[in-house]
């Protein structure tokens, strides 16, 4: 009877883990850049899947020839929007929740321990990963990891068979995101050590017994050969090879790297660097505490992963899902060293599920219905949703009423811009999510969007390069109180969150 209650129990706080789960991989939809994501699936779907040449969305770099990075992704999108009708903002927050606690939950089935733990780790690791959630492409990218990190403990297992899913994985990731390189790099590395630690086992040079496998040379011939692949096919897409030649030049803009904040350094400061500190912080005192497994290849890769999360804010789900597996491990054996060295635990097994499940539906009680309401009306009802946050839909719908009193090319702020592009497809934008790194000789949009919003002293001329006659402005920024007070400029409109102004005649 006690051990029938025991599994009751479990299997209680493992459902309850679950709602944890779905209560923080379901997001609303507040993601900057998923409306020029949307917008651009909406354009490919209607015009038979066909791509833009050059960019159709902004009057500042008409002529710059757009690389999609995320063309079946943004077409998906829009057949999900489209085919839901209403409930078309619903289906794009099931989609990216669905694909978040995919990956999370792909990378946890890494670890040989029972669900219980698999499932704490996720929670503890995506409450971590909270800021990077939501309607955000990347998470199709951190999918490709888990899985790629899964086919590589298939193949490690003895499972050779499991190496021929590389090419395909990597042709639909490459065509789904642009973050396919980080598979690519990631298993070039997991080889390049595999081949390190065989050398060093068959000459003698590691004398320690590993626990990790070890792959023969056949193993790894077949790996070499289905990676080999698996590169080639990623030339399979609407832009052949120039789609590397793109990636690598957003990836080596030095003013791009330096001016956002998801390509900074992690930093102590607000919730999610302390958030992240904390993650690091446990994990080091688990392994400190309880690792005691000679795993060469899973070190090295866990140290490179954390060093490129330290780098850039980026990368910190990336390690995050790495980890994943080792956190689970981790867990189990805190558990499993708690009940040899208390005995007593052991006896009292019942009740002291009950207390861990009873601390986990008082956590999740404590999240609370009204975070999965707001959830659900930012899908149901986006317009309405918005009312509450800082996007500016209240002038979106003056915009759309008084139309003829403004100009012909805006300016909008950079978070604004994928906004626009949802709520007002007939605009051409100034900038957007899509353009840090787009530069056509001396016409750099986002260092001019920069120059234009310096603090001390905002550079006007940027307007008039590019022949802006109305703008939508966030208020109380400098430039915002400079073109208010600007004679050149009248204020047509404002509201507690922004300003739109136009040039008088």
């Not at 990378?107 to 409450?127: D, E, F, K, N, Q």
């Not at 956002?260 to 993650?279: D, F, I, K, N, T």
């Not at 599920?353 to 009873?358: F, H, Q, R």
Request: aromatic share 12%; with cysteine.
């Amino acid at each position: 009877m006690g051990l029938s209650s025991s599994r009751g129990i479990v299997i209680l706080l493992d459902l309850l883990l679950v709602a944890f789960i779905i209560n923080l991989v379901l997001q609303p939809l507040l993601e900057p850049d998923l409306g020029w994501h949307l917008r651009a699936g909406l354009d490919v779907v209607a015009h038979g899947w066909r791509l833009p040449d050059t960019d159709p969305y902004s009057h500042t770099m008409p002529d710059w020839h757009w690389v999609e990075h995320a063309w079946l992704t943004d077409g998906l999108l829009a057949l999900i929007y489209q085919g839901m009708g209403a409930f078309g903002g619903v289906g794009l927050i099931v989609f990216f929740g669905g694909v978040a606690g995919l990956a999370w939950w792909t990378a946890s089935g890494i670890a040989r321990v029972p669900r219980t733990y698999r499932l704490a780790a996720m929670v503890g690791s995506l409450w971590v990963a909270l800021p990077f959630l939501g309607a955000r492409t990347q998470l199709l990218s951190l999918l490709g990891v888990a899985v790629l990190l899964r086919v590589w403990a298939c193949i490690q297992q003895g499972h050779r068979q499991w190496v021929w899913t590389l090419p395909p994985l990597l042709l639909c990731w490459a065509n789904l995101h642009g973050g396919f390189t980080a598979g690519l790099f990631l298993m070039t590395l997991l080889l390049s050590l595999s081949l390190l630690l065989t050398m060093c086992v068959e000459r003698r040079f590691c004398r320690a017994a590993l626990d990790e496998p070890v792959l023969s040379w056949s193993d790894l011939g077949y790996c070499a050969i289905a990676l080999g692949l698996a590169a080639a096919a990623t030339a399979v897409n609407p832009y052949g090879w120039g789609l590397y030649v793109e990636i690598y030049d957003s990836l080596t803009d030095r003013f791009m790297l330096e001016t956002l904040r998801e390509w900074q350094p992690v930093s102590l400061e607000g919730w999610a660097g302390r958030a992240y500190g904390l993650y690091l912080a446990v994990l080091l005192c688990l392994v400190a505490g309880w690792y005691r497994r000679v795993e060469p290849v899973r070190w090295v890769m866990l140290l490179l992963v954390l060093g490129l999360s330290l780098r850039h804010w980026r990368n910190v789900t990336l390690f995050l899902v790495v980890s994943l597996p080792l956190v689970a491990e981790l867990l189990a054996a805190v558990a499993a060293s708690c009940l040899r060295r208390a005995p007593l635990l052991k006896e009292r097994t019942t009740p002291v599920l009950l207390v861990l499940t009873g601390a986990t539906a008082t956590a999740l009680y404590g999240q609370g219905l009204e975070h999965l309401d707001h959830v659900w009306q930012s899908g149901r009802a986006p317009e309405r949703y918005f009312e509450q946050t800082e996007y500016p839909i209240e002038a979106v719908r003056w915009i759309r009423s008084h139309r003829h009193e403004l100009g012909t090319r805006l300016y909008n702020d950079y978070g604004f811009g994928g906004f626009l592009l949802w709520h007002l497809p007939e605009e051409r934008i100034f900038i957007d999510g899509r353009m840090p790194a787009w530069r056509i000789h001396d016409r750099r949009i986002f260092q001019d969007y920069v120059e234009l919003n310096r603090d001390d002293a905002p550079q006007l001329a940027v307007l008039d390069r590019y022949g802006v006659d109305w703008g939508l402005i966030q208020r109380g920024t400098g430039l915002a109180k400079v073109l208010e007070g600007h004679q050149a400029w009248q204020t047509v409109y404002t509201d507690p969150k922004v300003v739109i102004v136009r040039r008088r005649s």
